[in-house]
């Protein structure tokens, strides 16, 4: 087996691996099938792309996003690395040539999209030439999670990537994705007919990264508008179309640089505001979940969902896209009560397009996750904790890095009002009648609606007694029972309250209920704390380093557009911030730069010694 470190160092810079790639790249090596879960910002693309440059033959790669593999190449030939891409953006005799250069042996990795790759022309007809000339090292499956029906992002074509194994039953699969429950993994494997695979699962904890949620108020668009004043490039996810318009209008008429991007653009406008992004030619992009997959933006330094997300497990992968250069991130949340019913709006939707009739598995699904990224978002412990839990990770807290590991939150009392609820429920039981929230609500508070009269529960003896709440306030305690096993509901179709053996314990006064009082919109200051656990701080604004650095990423946006790349493909900002800490002046020095590897060295070390030289000299 070829020295791996060395290895590294030549073709990517780096004198160490993070944690987990090694042991990934050494089964690749050895032709095992493997599935890796490395979370964003991970590593996970350099866990094939090494065993590539160190395996006879050419690695496929099948990618779901044009963007998401010419991103990709240009990373690769930028550090000197012969590869290709196959899809729909060539013209004319371009895909010929880089087929022709694949026979030849001038090409180690090929990414193609899943279509390409099974048609019948090209999986029949080029790859056994392609394994007779020059061999193929192995398929590499990225974002496997689309062949699964239970994950964030199916895509039916990958369904058909286990023909690779009947036409290439020597070939090894690697599949890598950066999220997936127990439940998805176990499918990956099934639908890739992976046979025997390593499993790899990382640890999905992204510690660089700050989380925090608050209540929308008059002051939530304030808040905003101070995040994106303070620069940094940032993304806000909206659920709506209207929002991310309305939105965008808004934030440019107070002077911030911001682009839209969601379906209902055409597919330039959205291919250049995507690009405008990139290359730091603008700092905000507003858009709809539609917008991220495809994007290997690695300084992204802020994103805020405007609205509450439909999983936990997209709020994860959306908010994962702050940081991925392993720099200090904030992600922040923002929900209330109007999320809650346009969420739940939604789910009543989803129905047979044909009959009407609703998709009960569908709807039970939707408020499976909606129910837990309301833990999420309601949750008085560690924000931490609860994501990862969702994987399958333990993590006790407290992180150091949420907001409430490192604010005070207030726990209030509300045993009794728990207790209303509860024993209204039960009095309806014995009446054989059940009900949803709302209506259990309304007997709370008093209402006087037509079906509570007629129902004659005006004469249930709790009927009135939590008048002083609002409804959102009895919503937010039917939730937080919920969460906390307290109450029970259906999910047939109609969800009505039902109580449980924990209901009893707290309407024998032998359980509390207790639930963290909502903070106030206006607590947003972090300072330090907002940086994570194991974060490097940053250099303070205004100093010497700081100079410097901001000295060199002027140098390489200028060295970005000559090339027409995206200024994280010259250099990553941590790359920028070793050589302002180092200031290394002679080639041998930079050479140590960590991301300065044999191609970087030879195309850029000449300049930017230049560049610290100068600075040096003027300090």
Same mark, same amino acid.
């Given at each position: 087996?070829?020295?791996?470190?060395?290895?590294?160092?030549?073709?990517? !810079?780096?004198?160490?691996?993070?944690?987990?790639?090694?042991?990934?790249?050494?089964?690749?090596?050895?032709?095992?099938?493997?599935?890796?879960?490395?979370?964003?910002? !991970?590593?996970?693309?350099?866990?094939?792309?090494?065993?590539?440059?160190?395996?006879?033959?050419?690695?496929?790669?099948?990618?779901?996003?044009?963007?998401?593999?010419?991103?990709?190449?240009?990373?690769?030939?930028?550090?000197?690395?012969?590869?290709?891409?196959?899809?729909?953006?060539?013209?004319?005799?371009?895909?010929?040539?880089?087929?022709?250069?694949?026979?030849?042996?001038?090409?180690?990795?090929?990414?193609?999209?899943?279509?390409?790759?099974?048609?019948?022309?090209?999986?029949?007809?080029?790859?056994?030439?392609?394994?007779?000339?020059?061999?193929?090292?192995?398929?590499?499956?990225?974002?496997?999670?689309?062949?699964?029906?239970?994950?964030?992002?199916?895509?039916?074509?990958?369904?058909?990537?286990?023909?690779?194994?009947?036409?290439?039953?020597?070939?090894?699969?690697?599949?890598?994705?950066?999220?997936?429950?127990?439940?998805?993994?176990?499918?990956?494997?099934?639908?890739?007919?992976?046979?025997?695979?390593?499993?790899?699962?990382?640890?999905?904890?992204?510690?660089?990264?700050?989380?925090?949620?608050?209540?929308?108020?008059?002051?939530?668009?304030?808040?905003?508008?101070?995040?994106?004043?303070?620069?940094?490039?940032?993304?806000?996810?909206?659920?709506?179309?209207?929002?991310?318009?309305?939105?965008?209008?808004?934030?440019?008429?107070?002077?911030?640089?911001?682009?839209?991007?969601?379906?209902?653009?055409?597919?330039?406008?959205?291919?250049?505001?995507?690009?405008?992004?990139?290359?730091?030619?603008?700092?905000?992009?507003?858009?709809?979940?539609?917008?991220?997959?495809?994007?290997?933006?690695?300084?992204?330094?802020?994103?805020?969902?405007?609205?509450?997300?439909?999983?936990?497990?997209?709020?994860?992968?959306?908010?994962?896209?702050?940081?991925?250069?392993?720099?200090?991130?904030?992600?922040?949340?923002?929900?209330?009560?109007?999320?809650?019913?346009?969420?739940?709006?939604?789910?009543?939707?989803?129905?047979?397009?044909?009959?009407?009739?609703?998709?009960?598995?569908?709807?039970?699904?939707?408020?499976?996750?909606?129910?837990?990224?309301?833990?999420?978002?309601?949750?008085?412990?560690?924000?931490?904790?609860?994501?990862?839990?969702?994987?399958?990770?333990?993590?006790?807290?407290?992180?150091?890095?949420?907001?409430?590991?490192?604010?005070?939150?207030?726990?209030?009392?509300?045993?009794?009002?728990?207790?209303?609820?509860?024993?209204?429920?039960?009095?309806?039981?014995?009446?054989?009648?059940?009900?949803?929230?709302?209506?259990?609500?309304?007997?709370?508070?008093?209402?006087?609606?037509?079906?509570?009269?007629?129902?004659?529960?005006?004469?249930?003896?709790?009927?009135?007694?939590?008048?002083?709440?609002?409804?959102?306030?009895?919503?937010?305690?039917?939730?937080?029972?919920?969460?906390?096993?307290?109450?029970?509901?259906?999910?047939? !179709?109609?969800?009505?309250?039902?109580?449980?053996?924990?209901?009893?314990?707290?309407?024998?006064?032998?359980?509390?209920?207790?639930?963290?009082?909502?903070?106030?919109?206006?607590?947003?200051?972090?300072?330090?704390?907002?940086?994570?656990?194991?974060?490097?701080?940053?250099?303070?604004?205004?100093?010497?380093?700081?100079?410097?650095?901001?000295?060199?990423?002027?140098?390489?946006?200028?060295?970005?557009?000559?090339?027409?790349?995206?200024?994280?493909?010259?250099?990553?900002?941590?790359?920028?911030?070793?050589?302002?800490?180092?200031?290394?002046?002679?080639?041998?020095?930079?050479?140590?730069?960590?991301?300065?590897?044999?191609?970087?060295?030879?195309?850029?070390?000449?300049?930017?010694?230049?560049?610290?030289?100068?600075?040096?000299?003027?300090?």
């Amino acid at each position: 087996m070829p020295l791996l470190l060395p290895a590294l160092k030549q073709h990517f !810079g780096f004198d160490s691996f993070r944690a987990g790639q090694e042991a990934i790249v050494r089964d690749a090596l050895n032709r095992r099938d493997l599935l890796a879960i490395m979370p964003t910002g !991970g590593g996970k693309s350099l866990c094939f792309q090494l065993p590539a440059l160190l395996m006879p033959g050419v690695m496929i790669v099948v990618s779901p996003l044009i963007a998401l593999m010419q991103d990709q190449v240009r990373l690769l030939a930028d550090n000197g690395i012969p590869a290709t891409f196959l899809n729909s953006s060539l013209k004319g005799g371009e895909a010929s040539e880089r087929m022709g250069a694949l026979l030849r042996g001038e090409i180690k990795l090929l990414y193609l999209a899943p279509e390409r790759l099974l048609m019948t022309d090209f999986l029949e007809g080029f790859l056994p030439r392609l394994c007779e000339a020059q061999g193929i090292s192995g398929f590499t499956i990225d974002e496997a999670h689309c062949v699964s029906e239970w994950g964030h992002d199916f895509r039916p074509e990958y369904r058909q990537m286990h023909l690779l194994r009947r036409h290439f039953p020597e070939v090894p699969v690697f599949a890598f994705t950066a999220t997936a429950t127990v439940r998805v993994r176990a499918d990956i494997v099934k639908q890739l007919a992976l046979a025997e695979p390593a499993i790899h699962v990382a640890s999905f904890d992204r510690p660089n990264l700050f989380y925090s949620v608050a209540p929308k108020s008059s002051k939530t668009y304030g808040a905003l508008l101070t995040q994106a004043k303070k620069g940094g490039a940032g993304i806000v996810y909206c659920l709506s179309r209207k929002r991310v318009d309305e939105l965008t209008a808004r934030l440019q008429g107070d002077g911030i640089a911001a682009l839209p991007y969601h379906a209902g653009l055409d597919a330039e406008m959205r291919r250049r505001n995507q690009e405008t992004f990139i290359r730091d030619d603008v700092g905000l992009m507003v858009a709809t979940v539609a917008f991220g997959m495809g994007i290997n933006k690695p300084d992204v330094r802020w994103v805020i969902h405007y609205d509450l997300p439909k999983s936990l497990e997209g709020y994860y992968q959306e908010a994962g896209r702050a940081g991925r250069d392993g720099e200090p991130a904030q992600c922040a949340l923002y929900f209330g009560a109007g999320d809650i019913h346009t969420a739940e709006f939604l789910i009543a939707q989803k129905v047979h397009p044909a009959t009407g009739e609703p998709l009960l598995d569908e709807q039970r699904n939707a408020r499976q996750q909606l129910r837990q990224v309301l833990d999420y978002a309601e949750t008085s412990a560690c924000r931490r904790s609860v994501q990862l839990r969702y994987f399958g990770e333990d993590f006790s807290g407290p992180c150091g890095a949420c907001d409430n590991c490192t604010s005070q939150r207030v726990v209030e009392d509300w045993t009794v009002s728990a207790q209303q609820l509860l024993s209204t429920v039960a009095r309806l039981a014995k009446l054989n009648q059940r009900f949803g929230a709302g209506h259990i609500i309304d007997i709370l508070r008093g209402a006087k609606t037509e079906k509570l009269i007629r129902q004659n529960h005006d004469a249930i003896s709790t009927y009135g007694l939590g008048a002083e709440k609002s409804t959102d306030e009895w919503r937010h305690l039917v939730r937080v029972l919920k969460h906390q096993g307290v109450l029970e509901e259906t999910q047939d !179709g109609f969800p009505v309250l039902m109580l449980n053996t924990a209901s009893w314990i707290v309407l024998r006064g032998l359980q509390k209920v207790e639930l963290a009082a909502v903070p106030k919109a206006e607590r947003v200051k972090r300072e330090k704390k907002s940086r994570g656990r194991n974060a490097v701080d940053a250099p303070a604004m205004g100093s010497a380093e700081d100079q410097l650095f901001q000295r060199l990423r002027a140098l390489r946006k200028k060295l970005a557009d000559e090339q027409g790349v995206p200024p994280y493909v010259v250099f990553a900002d941590a790359a920028l911030r070793a050589m302002a800490a180092q200031r290394p002046t002679t080639l041998t020095a930079f050479a140590a730069i960590p991301g300065v590897g044999a191609a970087k060295l030879a195309h850029y070390g000449e300049t930017f010694t230049t560049e610290i030289r100068a600075a040096l000299e003027t300090a």
